[in-house]
Structures are given as structure tokens and as C-alpha cells.
């Protein structure tokens, strides 16, 4: 693949490994079978004996493994992310769980003091003063409703009463994008970088949809403690075993046994922004050669043969296809192994038994000294059902 770089230092490498296995170029149908294959290699490779922590997910841009994260926090895989911030980790991913789990649950009162602090004017005494009041109610989200507005609230507080008065009978998944609209003007107002952010939460959206309620989506993705003003991913203990996750540029001098690479699409790999110039086309081909090369035994390249538009019911259908990425040609696809996943099997032939017609007529004969001298063996040999008291 570097050959076909137009300019590049030459060299030339070799191993002294040898093995009949190449790097696999997997088709998938979208990103969540993406994230449910990889999940699928990752568990399977570590019950062969591979640690997780020899093992890599690689990807262009931070925000690609999005909905990976979400399906190894549901399935409990650990796992560590370098080269940005863990997307459930993110204080405005928080932020928007934090209220919906408000409201799923008025007496979590962990989830009802972040979201207290987003008000203007509310802080740690005035949000204490309003989870009591809730405590003490039978109805707290009424209680709740009921309150004036502190002083120094404004119109937040109104619209937040509202707000919280819509996501008290849930319509999945149409509760999040409720709880993003009223969020993005605080994010306007609390994040410098709150473009980059809406589009997180567009995402979060987006994985939202594939769950059957909000219930269901809370449970799955636990909302740690706000003790948060830190929403760096945090180097774990050494003797964790723990799945890497990075982007690119993070793993250069990197190694490991097992590497998945994300996306390798067009759009995604080179990125819409890379592909200006000669020159960033180049350099978007150098970045995938540097994931290729970080594996020493399995690599995965994984293709999503689409992705969906946002903004749209969980069952809608509007998406648009993606190709495979132009740094990986047809006259290179003969030194990769290309399959897809998951794998069609043929359905299970059922056997069926055949109906047969014995004629009386056909076992009946002229003569018989061969009828008579059988007849014994037929009368014991056949079926009861058959059996004929004179064959002739």
C-alpha cells in the first residue's frame, strides 16, 4: 500500500516470522455490527490466551468509536482510550444522561445535583434545599414542578420545569433529543469547543435509538459520580488487564498482538477535512499504514457498508454508503483475506420421510411354489401393516 505513495522515503522490511495468515478486510452493515464484531474478536481472541491489553482498536478521529464504547461499557469489557476522552466520560455526555436519569428517577440524587448545577444561579446550597423538598413529596417531579423559581435562576428554571414536565412519560427515543435541545444552550454557555460537543450528542442519539426504552438505555450505561471536574480517561493500574483504545496518531511506536482498525472508508480514512491536497491525501495514507503495521500477529480492517443519517426515528432507513477506502485498490485486495460479517450459514435440511405405497396387486403372483415356499419370510419380514395373508 505505501508503494503507491507518490513520494516516500525507500525502504525495505522484512521478517523473519513466517505464517500463511493475512490481514482481514471485513465487511460489516453499519457501525453497530462494527462495534458487535469487534466486541465478538476481542472476547474470542482473550479465550485463546491474548490478554486485552495486547490487543488495540485504532481509529482516525477520536469521535469514531463512540458507539464501541457504548457496547463495551454494556458488555463490561474494560478498557482505556488514549488520544482524546472516553465519549461516556465527557462531561456534556454526562450531563445529558444525568437528566434523563433525573427523571427516570427523582430520588437519584447524584443525578439531580448535576443537573441542578447547569441552572445559572442554582448552586450547592439552592440545589440541596430542592432534592430535600423533592425527598419529603410524594410526587417529587410534581413537587418539583411546583416550586417558584429562585431568584437568580431566570428563565432557565422555567425552561427546565418544562422540559422536565415533557421526559416524564417517556416517548423513545425521542426523550433524548428533548433533553439536547434544552442542553445546548448551556453547552453553548458552559463549553468553548460546543460544536464539537453537539455533535457528541448527536451520536449519543444515534446509539440511543437502538435500545427498546429509556429505562433499558440507563441501566446499560451506568453514570458515575460527579466528581467531575476532571473528564480525562485515567491511566488504570498496572496489573489491570484492560482493552486499548486510540487513535492513530497516539499508537505510533505502539505494538500489539491483535489490532482492529475502525472505518476504513472513504470519508473516514482519508477524512473528508485530509483530502485537500496532494499532500494531506499522502498523509492520510501514511496514517493508515502506521495502524496497519502496529500488529504483530491479527489485523482487522473493518468497512461498514453504511451510515445512518441523524435526526431520524429509530427505525428509519435513511443512510448512505460508504466505499471502501481508495488507499486499499482492487490490485492490493489478493494480499488481504476478505469476508463479512456476520457469517450466512445454509439453513438446516430437514429430513423428510417418504410416504410409500405398497400395491397389493404387485405382491400378488400366479403360480407359486416361490409364494408359497415364501411365504413365511414375507409374513415376518414386513411391516404389520403390509402383511398379506396369501400372497397368491
Known amino acids: 500500500m505505501i508503494d503507491l505513495a507518490r513520494e516516500r522515503f525507500t525502504k525495505n522490511l ?10 482481514r478486510l471485513v465487511g460489516v452493515r453499519d457501525e453497530t455490527d462494527q462495534a458487535r464484531y469487534i466486541v465478538e474478536r476481542i472476547l474470542e ?8 491489553k495486547q490487543q488495540a482498536v485504532l481509529f482516525r478521529a477520536s469521535s469514531h468509536s463512540g458507539p464501541l464504547e ?54 450547592p446550597a ?24 429562585p431568584p437568580r435562576a431566570g428563565d432557565a428554571w422555567a425552561d427546565f420545569v418544562v422540559t422536565v414536565g415533557n421526559l ?33 450528542l448527536v451520536q449519543l442519539e444515534q446509539i440511543a435509538g437502538g435500545y427498546p426504552s429509556r ?42 498482538k491483535s489490532v482492529y482498525v ?15 491536497t496532494s499532500a494531506e491525501l499522502e498523509e492520510e495514507r501514511r496514517l493508515l499504514y502506521v495502524a496497519m503495521t502496529r500488529a504483530k500477529d491479527d489485523l482487522h480492517l473493518v468497512v461498514p457498508q453504511r451510515f445512518f443519517a441523524h435526526g431520524q426515528h429509530s427505525q428509519g432507513d435513511r443512510h448512505v454508503y460508504a466505499s471502501r477506502t481508495r488507499f486499499i485498490p482492487e490490485k492490493l485486495l489478493s494480499f488481504f483475506q476478505r469476508t463479512s460479517w456476520p457469517l450466512a450459514y445454509p439453513a438446516p435440511v430437514q429430513k423428510v420421510r417418504a410416504k410409500v405405497r405398497v400395491s397389493t396387486s404387485a405382491l400378488a403372483c400366479a403360480g407359486c411354489a416361490f409364494c408359497t415356499g415364501r411365504r413365511n419370510t414375507w409374513t415376518n419380514v414386513m411391516p404389520r401393516r403390509f402383511r398379506i395373508p396369501d400372497l397368491c
Open 215 to 256: 429505562e433499558r438505555f440507563l441501566t446499560e450505561l451506568t453514570l458515575d459520580p460527579p466528581d467531575a471536574t476532571s473528564d480525562q480517561a485515567g491511566v488504570p493500574l498496572l496489573d489491570e488487564d484492560y482493552l486499548i483504545l486510540s487513535t492513530i496518531h497516539s499508537a505510533k511506536g505502539q505494538e500489539w
Open 45 to 52: 481472541t482473550r479465550e485463546e490466551g491474548t490478554l486485552l
Open 168 to 200: 416524564r412519560y417517556s416517548e423513545w427515543p425521542s426523550d433524548l433529543e428533548r433533553a439536547r435541545l434544552w442542553y445546548e444552550p448551556h453547552l453553548d454557555r458552559i463549553h468553548e469547543d460546543a460544536e464539537t460537543r453537539r455533535a457528541d
Open 126 to 149: 439552592s440545589a440541596q434545599r430542592i432534592l430535600d423538598h423533592m425527598a419529603e413529596a410524594t410526587d417529587p417531579l410534581g413537587a418539583l414542578c411546583a416550586l417558584p423559581s
Open 70 to 123: 457504548v457496547e463495551l461499557t454494556r458488555r463490561n469489557i474494560p478498557f482505556v482510550k488514549f488520544g482524546g476522552l472516553k465519549f461516556l466520560d465527557a462531561a456534556h455526555v454526562k450531563d445529558v444522561l444525568a437528566l434523563l436519569r433525573f427523571v427516570e428517577n427523582p430520588r437519584d440524587r447524584v443525578a439531580g445535583f448535576r443537573v441542578m448545577h447547569l441552572l445559572p444561579g442554582i448552586g
Open 14 to 23: 522484512w521478517t523473519e516470522r513466517t505464517s500463511s495468515a493475512k490481514p
Open 262 to 276: 475502525l472505518n476504513v472508508v472513504d470519508g473516514c480514512m482519508p477524512s473528508d477535512l485530509g483530502a485537500g
